[in-house]
Nanobody
């Protein structure tokens, strides 16, 4: 079974930085595209960033382009998201997800999330 465990969230002041990590297991991580998505209460998922299996392609939502960097360490089955110049609008629950860009990730393809609060 796919297992994804996020960590690294927290409370940060505007302009600050956080680095999110996602530990993956239960599938061939290095062959899978991966994404980060976020959700705030009452709002739909927002896809944030995606990376191909070998990290040859990276994509970002316009709202985070130039501030966030997605990366991966396939030897460690780990997905990362470096978030710089954080804004209050970035406050959300952040999810690691197996797969490329999508409007929704079901419970079987995403982790439990890690909360990021910018205030």
């Amino acid at each position: 079974d796919v297992q994804l465990v996020e960590s690294g969230g927290g409370l940060v002041q505007p302009g600050g930085s956080l680095r999110l990590s996602c530990a993956a297991s239960g599938f061939t991580f290095g062959k899978s595209s991966m994404s980060w998505a976020r959700q705030t209460p009452g709002k739909a998922y927002e896809w944030v960033a995606g990376i191909s299996g070998r990290a040859t392609e990276r994509r970002y939502a316009d709202s985070v382009k130039g501030r966030f960097t997605i990366s991966r360490e396939n030897a460690k089955n780990t997905l990362l998201l470096q978030m710089n110049r954080l804004e209050p609008e970035d406050t959300a629950m952040y999810y690691c997800a197996k797969g490329g860009r999508s409007r929704y990730y079901g419970p079987a393809s995403r982790g439990q999330g890690t909360q990021v609060t910018v205030s």
